[in-house]
């Protein structure tokens, strides 16, 4: 089972307010149902998102309905369960489904006007076509998809009211995806809708995940340090050896020479540990800044010396 399975079966068990059934009926069938031929029409995969459809609209509107169990299509793989409702007329009122001669183009204001009821349409929306890939993967992506883009834009506003900014995408002419990618904002809708389990192990997943990728960036940088500190080191000593080659150690300041001798001695170590091995070698403490400058005077002089070098083959 996929987590956007495992959150839309938890969905189907929470419980619904009957002020909620209107907006969450809706949302169902504007974005999974049709009108046609002077029927009501509502099509799913889940067997179980159909029961709890005809379980609520029996308990709250007492209509008449037929459900229809199709054969697989092959070309999806998909078993398709269809519920009919005859004679809708007074349901497709109660839902405020029909605006002028336009099908669910438009949610309707007076049953989202409760907070309450914001949710349970969104809830309703999210089971009908909604999906959310799993913690574990390697983004947060959670989106609904709807036919127009008025009702797209309509939901989208329940997610900015219910302070869930939500982005729109028309992938093509009828299918248009209301989507969020910040994973605190996808943890803040799984806790509105009341997907508790499915929260905890989203968040569960994301902070092992973030540890995870902090521990990486930590040890991408101190990699990245270690590069520069054995680079760094190895053209100090490779300009230690040009001195003791073509140059004249010996007649150098105490405190290069003293840098040399440090170097030599600690090959692999960062100027920060050279400092430190100058209290115990030298009863001084050397800073940092104080041992760089002393190796940028050394290649200096090792650049002197090697153009000395080579001037003096070349005149021969």
């Given at each position: 089972?996929?987590?956007?399975?495992?959150?839309?079966?938890?969905?189907?068990?929470?419980?619904?307010?009957?002020?909620?059934?209107?907006?969450?009926?809706?949302?169902?069938?504007?974005?999974n149902?049709?009108?046609?031929?002077?029927?009501?029409?509502?099509?799913?995969?889940?067997?179980?998102?159909?029961?709890?459809?005809?379980?609520l609209?029996k308990?709250?509107?007492?209509?008449?309905?037929?459900?229809?169990h199709?054969?697989?299509?092959?070309?999806?793989?998909l078993?398709?369960?269809?519920?009919?409702?005859?004679?809708?007329?007074?349901?497709?009122?109660?839902?405020?489904?029909?605006?002028?001669?336009?099908?669910?183009?438009?949610?309707?204001?007076?049953?989202t006007?409760?907070?309450?009821?914001?949710?349970?349409?969104?809830?309703?929306?999210?089971?009908?076509?909604?999906?959310l890939?799993?913690?574990?993967?390697?983004?947060?992506?959670?989106?609904?998809?709807?036919?127009?883009?008025?009702?797209?834009?309509d939901?989208?506003?329940?997610?900015?009211?219910?302070?869930?900014?939500?982005?729109?995408?028309?992938?093509?002419?009828?299918?248009?995806?209301?989507?969020i990618?910040?994973?605190?904002k996808?943890?803040?809708?799984?806790?509105?809708?009341?997907?508790?389990?499915?929260?905890?192990?989203?968040e569960?997943?994301r902070?092992?995940?973030?540890?995870?990728?902090?521990?990486?960036?930590?040890?991408?940088?101190?990699?990245?340090?270690q590069?520069?500190?054995?680079?760094?080191?190895?053209?100090?000593?490779?300009?230690?050896?040009?001195?003791e080659?073509?140059?004249?150690?010996?007649?150098?300041?105490?405190?290069?020479?003293?840098?040399i001798?440090?170097?030599k001695?600690?090959?692999?170590?960062?100027?920060?540990e050279?400092?430190?091995k100058?209290?115990?070698?030298?009863h001084?403490?050397?800073s940092?800044?104080?041992l760089?400058?002393?190796?940028?005077?050394?290649?200096?002089?090792?650049?002197?010396?090697?153009?000395?070098?080579?001037?003096?083959?070349?005149?021969?």
């Amino acid at each position: 089972m996929s987590f956007a399975q495992t959150v839309k079966q938890e969905l189907l068990q929470s419980a619904l307010d009957p002020q909620e059934t209107p907006a969450f009926l809706s949302a169902l069938f504007a974005i999974n149902g049709q009108y046609k031929d002077g029927e009501l029409i509502f099509k799913s995969v889940s067997l179980g998102l159909i029961r709890r459809v005809v379980g609520l609209i029996k308990s709250t509107y007492d209509v008449p309905i037929e459900i229809v169990h199709e054969p697989e299509e092959e070309k999806l793989h998909l078993k398709y369960h269809y519920l009919r409702v005859p004679h809708p007329d007074a349901l497709i009122h109660e839902l405020g489904l029909l605006e002028g001669m336009h099908y669910a183009e438009r949610i309707d204001e007076v049953i989202t006007t409760r907070k309450d009821a914001k949710v349970a349409y969104l809830k309703g929306a999210f089971l009908a076509s909604g999906s959310l890939n799993s913690p574990q993967s390697s983004s947060y992506h959670l989106e609904i998809r709807v036919h127009t883009m008025k009702l797209a834009e309509d939901i989208q506003g329940l997610f900015g009211e219910l302070g869930l900014p939500a982005k729109i995408h028309q992938k093509r002419k009828s299918l248009i995806i209301i989507y969020i990618k910040e994973s605190e904002k996808i943890a803040d809708l799984l806790r509105t809708v009341g997907a508790r389990n499915a929260l905890f192990t989203f968040e569960d997943e994301r902070i092992k995940r973030d540890f995870y990728n902090s521990i990486t960036r930590v040890m991408n940088i101190e990699l990245a340090n270690q590069n520069k500190t054995i680079l760094a080191a190895d053209k100090q000593l490779k300009n230690i050896a040009i001195l003791e080659n073509i140059g004249d150690v010996e007649t150098l300041p105490s405190g290069l020479i003293e840098a040399i001798s440090l170097r030599k001695k600690y090959p692999d170590l960062s100027l920060i540990e050279l400092s430190m091995k100058a209290e115990n070698d030298y009863h001084k403490r050397i800073s940092k800044s104080g041992l760089n400058h002393r190796f940028r005077q050394i290649e200096a002089l090792a650049k002197e010396a090697m153009e000395g070098y080579h001037a003096t083959h070349t005149r021969r």
